[in-house]
């Protein structure tokens, strides 16, 4: 019988997190090892296919154009750049790819029929190709879908709370309906979060209540340490320490005992030892090569040492699920609607994200 739950209440998870490292730790493990081979990580590459001048406020990001940082931003890459980059991905160990895009949401057209073609390109070098490209419709999913992918990535960033705190340009209704339009189709669903954003443990809870309680649960689940980035209203925030990671990692691996749990963005500022401790802990997914989207990620031959030194595989892509048929471009069964996804635009006030927009345009004008 299956031991995923869908009922988690944020107090028992509050006690999960909350438990004795140790007892944590064994609890976590235990519950990883029943349903995963603990000796297996799986390794995703990040592609930045079309960065920075995003429209949207998230007070974490690099790439919102309203911020002033230091990034390069490129328009969409070619499908021969990213057919390129995913062989090499390949030839160094990963089994995904997942291509991102610093859009608010898909619209239809040649740079989102460039996309599909991407997805048909990588799936057709057998590996598992993710998407994350802001919010999509329904229609969009099938067509993604179609095209053969395997995941598409939309985190949720936080609880419900604290995430008005940190975006005001989408609501997170808004998250939850592009999940459920991914969750139409055979597509898996990435969903996550990030912490060190200057939430509290409770809001930590909240966003794992409103992960674990979708039915299925998301097949992988990001846990970012925020990446504070100069020029971001976030900048200022200290950087969260390993053991609230590996908390965080644990709590996530006992109430979603099936998920892919990511260590994702942060792995730069924690050492081996760490890292080590959130593998036992029930983290079996990573980001692979020297960059994430923008900012840096340990180099690849680092991350195979240490998963030599740890007796940990990469794992073989299509492990967990078949590889999607891709069906071309002339064969599709959907059309283009050139429907927008709907969405609340709350648009209240975050004080600290206006303060850096007007910052920004002092320093851009
Ligand atoms: N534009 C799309 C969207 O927002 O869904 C896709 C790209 S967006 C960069 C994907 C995710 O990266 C965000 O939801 C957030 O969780 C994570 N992220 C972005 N900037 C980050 C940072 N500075 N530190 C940690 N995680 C970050
Ligand atoms: C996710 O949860 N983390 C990745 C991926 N999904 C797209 C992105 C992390 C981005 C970190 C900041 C940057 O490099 O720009
Ligand atoms: Fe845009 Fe995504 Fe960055 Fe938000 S997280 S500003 S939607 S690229």
Sequence with gaps: MSQTRHNWTKQEILDIYNKPLMELLYEAATIHRKNHDPNVVQVSTLLSIKTGGCSEDCGYCPQAARYHTNIEGNDLMTVQQVKAQALRAKSTGSSRVCMGAAWRNVKDGEEFDQVLEMVRTINKLDMEVCCTLGMITENQAQRLAEAGLYAYNHNLDSSEEYYKEVISTRGYQDRLDTIDNVRKTNVTVCSGGIIGMGENVEDRAG???????????????PINALVAVEGTPLEDQKPVSIWEMIRMVATTRIVMPETQ?????GRTQMTREGQAMCFFAGANSIFAGDKLLTTPNPDVNEDMEMFKMLGLNPQK?????VQPQTVEAAESQFEALGEKPKWTRPEHTIERNEAAKTKAKLVKN
Excluded at 207 to 221: D, F, G, K, W, Y
Excluded at 261 to 265: C, D, K, N, P, T
Aim: charged content about 15%.
């Design 261 to 265: 749990v990511r260590l994702s963005a």
């Design 317 to 321: 892509p299509f492990t967990k699920k």
């Design 207 to 221: 966003m794992l209540v409103a992960l674990s309680t979708l039915n299925p649960q998301p097949e992988s689940t």
